[in-house]
T-cell receptor, first 112, second 113 residues
């Protein structure tokens, strides 16, 4: 069963604009959420995380928002750069459980 | 500092053959994870170890799959006998504690003909 869903397989954005990647989850026990970025022929690279006690976490151009009532999180990239073009995976787990569930990924293309 | 190292990067073999994938985690990391990525199922956890001990292997698809971690710096994932449906990219990841984030290797692309 897909406990973490990324319903947009792809997203195209102009350089300098905002990229918004969305993720939904079904398991209310999830309390730790992460975003990973993946380039072709490489492994996923950790980008940013958020715990369920927060609703926002910011790191430079990257901000993750968490809406627990809607079981929804989003990643904002501002401003978007061509080097941000990659596949972005949303992941979720319970803090005391190492079984991390991944979404299917969203391919972001940032056009110059 | 070296990241998670996986070998081989690519493996092509015939059905029925034994396949061994290797992983060297980041030094000092106590947790090691094996994942499989396919188009159909995405990225799924197969098994993970804590301090070289397998903790949860519920994701291992069949008895044909086995994983070992003989010491803190080495783990193997073995498939015997291999089948075409095992074709996928296999990732190894490690973390300092059970609290993520995990650091991933670049994966082994496995093709079973």
């Amino acid at each position: 069963d897909q406990q973490v869903k990324q319903n947009s397989p792809s997203l195209s954005v102009q350089e300098g604009r905002i990229s918004i990647l969305n993720c939904d989850y079904t398991n209310s026990m999830f309390d730790y959420f992460l975003w990973y970025k993946k380039y072709p022929a490489e492994g996923p690279t950790f980008l940013i995380s958020i715990s369920s006690i927060k609703d926002k976490n910011e790191d430079g151009r990257f901000t993750v928002f968490l809406n627990k009532s809607a079981k929804h999180l989003s990643l904002h990239i501002v401003p978007s750069q061509p080097g941000d073009s990659a596949v972005y995976f949303c992941a979720a787990s319970e803090r005391n459980n190492n079984d991390m569930r991944f979404g299917a990924g969203t391919r972001l293309t940032v056009k110059p | 500092d070296a990241g998670v190292i996986q070998s081989p990067r690519h493996e092509v073999t015939e059905m029925g053959q034994e396949v061994t994938l290797r992983c060297k985690p980041i030094s000092g990391h106590d947790y090691l994870f094996w994942y499989r990525q396919t188009m159909m199922r995405g990225l799924e956890l197969l098994i993970y170890f804590n301090n070289n001990v397998p903790i949860d292997d519920s994701g291992m698809p069949e008895d044909r799959f086995s994983a070992k971690m003989p010491n803190a710096s080495f783990s193997t994932l073995k498939i015997q006998p291999s089948e075409p449906r095992d074709s996928a990219v296999y990732f190894c990841a490690s973390s300092f504690t059970g609290v993520q984030p995990q650091h991933f290797g670049d994966g082994t692309r496995l093709s079973i003909l």
